[in-house]
């Protein structure tokens, strides 16, 4: 008899996302990015960091102060490492990311041919920065869902 309880395609590939997020190092925010194409086949994840070969121990992972002294100028985000990560075609695929993309972000899905985006947290849903980014995805008729009742399950019912 088929098991009852199992996680669906949406709560593991936002797993994943999650996961992913766990990587990053900094302390404000673990965002992860995961990307699946039709046949439910992960082609892409990343979290947000610093370039390869840029030592997260050189620069600064603050949020405040001069801008150079801060992390904004060097961090490479989730879904920008997702898209370079990716390891075929990205389009008609979609991005699962732990935190509602940013407009730098939103235009790369857009190039990259992603045509859903489901996201975790709009902490940020009044900035002007996500304000562009769905301004952006409408234009561009890309899907964009928040994923509800989405919980982490770590131990086997």
Same mark, same amino acid.
């Given at each position: 008899?088929? @098991? ?58 603050? +949020? ?6 801060? +992390? ?11 898209? !370079?990560?990716?390891?075929?075609? !990205? ?43 769905? +301004? ?10 928040? !994923?509800?009742?989405? @919980?982490? @399950?770590?131990? @086997?019912?």
């Amino acid at each position: 008899m088929k @098991r009852n309880g199992y996680i669906s395609w949406d709560e593991y590939f936002m797993g994943v996302a999650n996961m992913s997020g766990m990587r990053s190092k900094d302390e404000s925010s673990q965002v992860g990015a995961c990307i699946v194409n039709s046949r439910n086949h992960i082609v892409g994840i990343g979290y947000n960091g610093f370039p390869n070969g840029c030592s997260d121990d050189d620069f600064p992972w603050e +949020k405040e102060g001069k801008f150079l002294d801060t +992390k904004y100028p060097y961090v490479v985000h989730a879904e920008a490492n997702a898209i !370079l990560n990716a390891s075929s075609d !990205l389009n008609n695929t979609k991005i699962y990311v732990t935190m509602f993309p940013c407009n730098e972000c939103a235009k790369l899905i857009i190039q990259s041919g992603i045509k859903e985006v489901v996201f975790l947290s709009d902490k940020h849903h009044d900035t002007d920065i996500c304000r562009a980014s769905r +301004k952006l995805f409408l234009a561009a008729k890309i899907e964009t869902r928040k !994923l509800e009742d989405y @919980r982490i @399950r770590m131990v @086997r019912e």
